[in-house]
């Protein structure tokens, strides 16, 4: 994927982990980044929009940042129900498209 | 509170033609764009295209030449096809609202999603 992120990610329940996305100034460098969160056997779902906001009802034990061309998806107390693949997306404008990162599959332990 | 429901035809042997559709429940297809994104099983997101309620559309660049969206405001509802269909295509495919705002936009809500199976 243009927008890399690492396929997977782990921590232990209270713990703070954090999911990178990496891309270049045709996307993330010039557009703003949105998170989806994916349960098991499920639809995405927002999670962060415009690379910090969060949509009503998401816990502000999620947030997001963005600087130069990578953003970055933390989640801080965590929780066994985010157990979860988490995706980045943004639009690209090389592509003239939207783009998603390949994923993160993330376990509590 | 928009709700989305994806459906289609059955199996689909390669060569053949998919075709998609997804109802808008909830609330107006003005103002949004409606968006088609698939998930072959086991891997990650990718993005089909996308329509207004006025018909304008953009299209993913690697399928541009194969894929047809349409809209249908007096049913509220918005169709994909996808022609000459390989085994590269099954997918779970689903649609969403994309919400525009200035500077940027989001997602938001998916519908469940529908597989389907291109298989000879």
């Known amino acids: 994927s243009v927008l890399t992120q690492p396929p997977s990610a782990s921590g232990t329940p209270g713990q703070t982990v954090t999911i990178s996305c990496s891309g270049s100034?045709?996307?993330?460098?010039?557009?703003?980044v949105n998170w989806y969160q994916q349960l098991p056997g499920t639809a995405p779902t927002l999670l962060i929009y415009?690379?910090?906001q969060r949509p009503s009802g998401i816990p502000d034990r999620f947030s997001g940042s963005k600087s130069g061309t990578s953003a970055s998806l933390a989640i801080s107390g965590l929780q066994s129900e985010d157990e979860a693949d988490y995706y980045c997306?943004?639009?690209?404008?090389?592509?003239?498209?939207?783009?998603f990162g390949g994923g993160t599959r993330l376990t509590v332990l | 509170q928009v709700h989305l429901q994806e459906w289609g035809a059955g199996p689909l042997k390669p060569s053949e033609t998919l075709t998609l559709t997804c109802a808008v429940y909830?609330?107006?297809?003005?103002?949004?764009?409606w968006s088609w994104i698939r998930q072959p099983p086991g891997k990650g997101l990718e993005w089909i295209g996308e329509?207004?309620?006025?018909?304008?559309?953009t299209y993913n660049p690697s399928l541009r030449s194969r894929l047809a969206i349409s809209v249908d405001t007096s049913k509220r509802q918005v169709s994909l096809r996808l022609t000459s269909v390989t085994a590269t295509d099954t997918a779970v495919y689903y649609c969403?609202?994309?919400?525009?705002?200035?500077?940027?936009?989001?997602?938001?809500?998916w519908g469940q999603g529908t597989l389907v199976i291109v298989s000879s």
């Open positions: 969403a609202r994309l919400v525009r705002f200035l500077g940027g936009n989001y997602f938001d809500p």
């Open positions: 909830g609330g107006s297809l003005s103002g949004y764009y």
């Open positions: 329509i207004n309620h006025s018909g304008s559309t």
């Open positions: 100034s045709s996307n993330i460098g010039g557009n703003t």
């Open positions: 415009a690379d910090n």
């Open positions: 997306a943004a639009w690209d404008d090389s592509l003239i498209g939207r783009l």
